[in-house]
């Protein structure tokens, strides 16, 4: 047996090799708190929907790209492919791209593509196509995050602060143990989003931070509508709420420190401006509606003296208040983290040891750590020539509606016409809202060009596939932002079939493209990853941190940096709000924007506002569908990754993706645990099977994301998915006109059981695929 070294987004693992076949993932040996999904990476690897060599779909092939969609027949998603050589696929693909951007201009090739492709800082999936389609001429790209877009966009308004930035910089969690007394939470502290860390992670630290706080007193409260948002060692208070209420709540908790003249009005005068206009608000002075604990209850369903005690514990205690990053995937999200940096400035206790906020402990687990402050390597990227762009939630606006007028962060933009969509390292059909809406977009392109390892629905509804090379099949160098470890990834088997790296692929396009030179600089991969490792050493030479060579490192399989001390948030600028002004009109934290009231968006006015929800448990559609269904983080993958490995498979019930409901809410249904039910609403429908939980509050259910989209009729708009993916069920539309970013926690379903013969599952049984000579 041989062993080698491999980082992955949930951790870094020693991969044993038996017969040139990987036969087990073992935890690296100083993670305190492994994930177990490493350990099923093993049963996907060569599994049966593993893509052996290039692909193009049948219809695509013999009527060309302007044709392949005539008919309901031949559209994407069904319908078989043929197996073609690399010299055949490169020539297409490379024929198409020269064709639209010769006919139509570079801004018709969608190329924003997104995802968790790889921990590797080389083998990265959407930089090395955003590099090579630089090098092409440029593309249209898109814009921040499915995981915090609103909260992107609103934070430099608030503070000056990048969300990325953000996320660094927020207290960390050793910190939070030796000064914080009462934490109180929106959305809680979930462990399970604890296993991942974006490069990888050699030390799962955030459980051992939080059994700190737990020994040295820290008061948990989690206001959340799921019980296990919160670990249960913490002991939590566990406070349910109607999901989508946690502004009106925390604005409920405001009024109750005003009135009681137990704010801090000289925090709010010297470090903020715009409280006074937003007070007018609180108090119902612009609008003759209080933001009492009565009206905040009757919306969020608390109890309005739990809302009581709570302000008055929260002011005569160092309180820390966090928010997980799914309140702000809703409609008018951006209200949320707005709000709770109101709250804590209210309060006046940021830039204390252990008080004011956090945004996203619990998130992943780099979250509530001190940064390295090293900068890690990345693959340069270079100049994109086409200006054009659209927030990353709003790609299938753009496909169905080119040339209509949007809004974003106080411009106006317009969508492009897209000919080409080209995806590397992410699943659009796992990660975006209403599928249904994108099956029917995704007819609109002349051409769907992907790289993909497994016949998953990104794949199934592409038009030319090019197989690619995992993480264990290549050499490749892993770090994250905050982690102190850097990993060799060292390649432990050969690729699997006649698969090739994202390099290999695109040199071969670029080569075609006559721009070969200007993508490679002339290096091949083994030479581009000791390029990127020399600038990492003199990057941490220039900080006094000195690491081996390349070889030595390679020999021992990961480098470890010094621990940082981490700093308190924003306590330079409490210190000396001028010297250390934020990056905002002002300098301070803007509780009221003029710039944003400027924009004139009625959906996001000044200051923050409680608006309602377009869809929660307080709306009139919850006649024809009660329940709100909570689409968060799976338990048992990273989003929809290795939803075919050994973890996720063991989780399966029935074959699908179980959902968690309250006994409550079964029984009026005439549900039993381990019961086949059908979740729906005017968007479509999923199954899946029910587990029975008193720790999901009544009148929720929960479906975690990631079950492979598998519909009853492929290609055909409105199929029932037999699988349980969540997004058939979920809201297309953007958070509001300031940040457009994904409202999949504002959905409203409702239950049925099923009744008689489950389908089959066939997204792990691979479509049909014809030789090429045999055409």
């Not at 951007?101 to 800082?121: E, M, P, V």
């Not at 914080?180 to 992670?201: A, C």
């Not at 003296?305 to 008018?332: F, V």
């Not at 009729?713 to 029932?720: A, I, K, T, V």
Request: hydrophobic share 35%; with cysteine; aromatic share 10%.
């Amino acid at each position: 047996m041989t062993k080698f070294m491999t980082a992955t987004h949930w951790g870094a693992y020693q991969v044993e090799v038996e017969n040139g076949q990987v036969s087990a993932l073992t935890p690296f040996d100083h993670d305190p708190d492994p994930s177990p999904i490493g350990p099923g990476m093993p049963q996907a690897l060569n599994d049966a929907v593993r893509i052996r060599q290039p692909m193009v779909r049948k219809a695509w092939l013999e009527n060309g790209p302007d044709k392949a969609q005539d008919t309901s027949t031949k559209g994407r998603g069904k319908g078989p492919f043929v197996a073609v050589s690399w010299e055949r696929a490169w020539d297409l693909t490379a024929a198409e791209l020269e064709r639209v951007r010769t006919t139509y201009g570079n801004q018709a090739i969608y190329a924003g593509s997104y995802g968790w492709g790889s921990a590797g800082r080389f083998h990265h999936p959407s930089s090395q196509l955003h590099r090579f389609m630089k090098c092409a001429g440029g593309y249209t790209d898109s814009i921040n995050t499915y995981s915090f877009a609103a909260g992107e966009v609103i934070l430099p308004h608030v503070i000056g602060l990048g969300m990325f930035q953000q996320i660094e910089l927020n207290t960390p969690l050793n910190m939070v143990a030796d000064h914080t007394e009462l934490l109180v939470s929106f959305g809680g502290i979930p462990m399970k989003n604890t296993q991942v860390d974006g490069g990888g992670t050699g030390k799962h630290s955030v459980k051992t931070d939080l059994l700190k706080c737990r020994k040295k007193g820290v008061r948990f409260v989690s206001f959340s509508p799921l019980k296990s948002d919160m670990a249960d060692f913490l002991e939590a208070e566990w406070q349910p709420l109607r999901p989508n209420t946690d502004t009106a709540l925390m604005m409920g908790l405001a009024h109750e420190i005003v009135t009681g003249g137990q704010h801090n009005p000289i925090f709010l005068e010297s470090h903020c401006t715009g409280y006074d206009r937003f007070e007018a608000y609180l108090l119902g002075k612009t609008d003759g509606i209080p933001k009492d604990a009565q009206w905040a209850g009757g919306i969020a369903d608390v109890a309005p003296d739990t809302i009581r005690r709570l302000a008055a514990e929260m002011t005569a205690k160092r309180t820390m208040i966090n928010l997980s990053w799914s309140t702000q995937r809703t409609d008018h999200g951006e209200q949320a983290f707005w709000m709770a940096i109101t709250l804590a400035a209210i309060l006046g206790q940021i830039g204390l040891p252990g008080g004011g906020f956090a945004l996203g402990y619990g998130a992943t687990n780099l979250v509530g750590r001190a940064p390295s402050g090293i900068p890690k390597p990345a693959l340069p990227q270079g100049e994109n020539l086409v200006r054009d762009y659209i927030p990353v939630a709003r790609i299938s606006d753009m496909l169905l509606n080119p040339g209509e007028a949007f809004v974003y962060d106080g411009e106006k933009r317009t969508y492009p016409d897209i000919k080409v969509v080209y995806w590397c390292g992410g699943n659009p059909f796992h990660h975006h809202q209403d599928l249904n809406k994108m099956v029917e977009a995704w007819q609109k392109p002349d051409t769907v060009i992907v790289h993909e390892a497994w016949w998953n629905a990104n794949a199934r509804h592409a038009d030319i596939i090019f197989p690619m090379a995992t993480t264990l099949e290549r050499n490749d160098i892993g770090v994250s932002r905050t982690d102190s470890y850097f990993f060799a990834m060292q390649k432990a088997t050969e690729p699997f079939g006649d698969t090739k790296t994202d390099y290999e692929i695109f040199t071969g396009l670029a080569a075609r493209l006559g721009c070969q030179f200007d993508y490679t600089e002339g290096r091949n991969a083994q030479e581009w990853l000791e390029h990127m490792f020399d600038r990492l050493r003199q990057n941490a030479a220039a900080l006094g941190e000195e690491m081996p060579g390349l070889e030595e490192f390679w020999a021992r399989g990961f480098h470890k940096f010094s621990d940082p001390e981490g700093d308190v948030f924003m306590s330079a600028f409490r210190q000396d709000p001028a010297a250390h002004a934020l990056d905002t009109p002002s300098g301070k934290i803007e509780i009221f924007s003029e710039k944003i009231d400027g924009f004139g968006y009625e959906d996001c006015p000044g200051h923050p506002v409680w608006q309602d929800p377009a869809e929660w448990l307080g709306a009139d559609l919850t006649e024809r569908f009660p329940l709100h269904l909570i689409s968060n983080q799976p338990d048992t993958r990273l989003h929809s990754q290795y939803d075919n490995g050994g973890y996720s498979q063991s989780n399966k019930l029935k074959g699908r993706e179980p959902a968690a409901m309250n006994p409550k809410d079964a029984t009026r249904r005439n549900i039993q645990d381990g019961d086949a039910i059908r979740l729906f609403n005017d968007r479509g429908a999923c199954l899946s099977v029910v587990k029975l939980s008193d720790g999901v509050m009544p009148g929720v259910i929960r479906l975690p994301t990631g079950a492979w989209f598998d519909p009853l009729e492929p290609g055909e708009p409105g199929s029932l998915d037999v699988h349980g993916n969540p997004n058939v069920l979920t809201r297309d539309a953007g958070t509001s006109s300031l940040a457009q970013g994904p409202t999949a926690m504002s959905t409203l379903v409702e239950v049925k059981k099923f009744e008689g013969t489950l389908p089959p599952i066939k997204i792990f049984t691979p479509p049909d695929v014809i030789p090429e000579e045999e055409l």
